[in-house]
């Protein structure tokens, strides 16, 4: 499978990487082509790995990675082409965060990142996931032992369905479809407690479960 | 221990029945001192039961249980006097949730009930904790089989430790002091999460577990 992934940090290089290592080939996306931080991630990547403007990702994927910072993911996705985008699976990892300390939501309670993005772009089936643990635990789950969770969303059954594929790929064992993207709004309010305990820990390496009988 | 319940809400009637129950005397406050539901819960908790106004509970209790509904809290606790108040130990459990289906918070991100709570009465010592939960879990967290944890927090460490300990008498074995009151952005919004989980399993008889190594 070919990936798209829009951004160039922490996240977006986790997730670039965890993708080739799967066997895809993926490009990663930026503002400009010859982005230093996605140099560096194609060196490390080898020859499964390219990278491109946002709007050559956008083209190159068959599904879309949207890792980028979530105060600035609306500007980033409006500039591209909505021809390169139309039907696609868009797998929203952003968490739309203030400078805070700790980081407050600049979307939350009556609408989401995720809701925002899918009005944005109605042709593209976005799935809300992988937005409330820690990027490296995104691609290798059973760094944190025992069961923990993943919450997916969104409003397309089957592009939910390839991403839970992508997910147990990555070693997810429980996820949890909480229905469509209006879901988002829960999964993103999420992360003012991850923040604070990420803090409190002094590692990322914890993640949500819920416990039931 | 005499401790006063603000509300007659299934939240107020698990708590002071569960406060009986381990032996204290407790007196259940509302808007009138013969409410219909707070008569109901002195029949069934018998001699240790007793029933009044909002203020009568305030004075009556040497630790006081904010259970009314989130919206209207801070309306109810305006009323009392202060008097009554100073240096006790509140352990509010409400949450502000709105009417929507499912309901939002109708404060959150950059305050929380808890602060309003606390800046509304800087002589009270608030805890925020047991809000992340059913009430018939709050006070008999093995219903829920496994791990799961509570969340506290508040401004001072001497009333947290009251609270600890209370949360222990009804079972509580994992406990997460977050650290201040502020923290309570971050539990009231689990809130989505927890009512979203609520619909779509259909019970209570859940709870939040953080998996770490």
Chains 1, 2 share one sequence.
Request: a neutral charge.
């Amino acid at each position: 499978m070919k990936y798209g992934v829009f951004g160039t940090g922490m996240v977006g290089d986790a997730l670039a990487s965890g993708l080739v290592k799967l066997g895809n080939e993926v490009m990663m996306g930026a503002r400009t082509a010859e982005h230093e931080k996605a140099r560096a991630w194609k060196e490390r990547a080898g020859t499964k790995g390219h990278i491109g403007t946002f709007q050559e990702a956008a083209r190159y994927g068959e599904v879309l990675l949207n890792c980028t910072q979530g105060a600035f993911s609306l500007d980033v996705l409006r500039t591209l082409d909505r021809k390169d985008l139309a039907g696609k699976v868009l797998i929203d990892i952003a968490n739309p965060l203030d400078n805070g300390m700790p980081p407050g939501l600049t979307i939350c309670n009556t609408d989401s990142l995720g809701e925002s993005i899918q009005r944005e772009l109605p042709d593209v089936k976005v799935v809300k996931a992988l937005n409330t643990c820690n990027c490296q635990l995104m691609i290798d789950p059973g760094r944190v032992k025992g069961e923990h969770d993943m919450f997916i969303c969104g409003n397309d059954e089957g592009a939910k369905e390839k991403v839970k594929a992508l997910l147990r790929e990555f070693g997810w064992k429980s996820i949890i479809d909480l229905g469509d993207i209006t879901n988002a709004r829960a999964t993103e309010q999420l992360l003012p407690l991850w923040l604070r305990l990420y803090i409190m820990y002094g590692t990322p390496d914890f993640n949500f479960k819920i416990v039931r009988n």
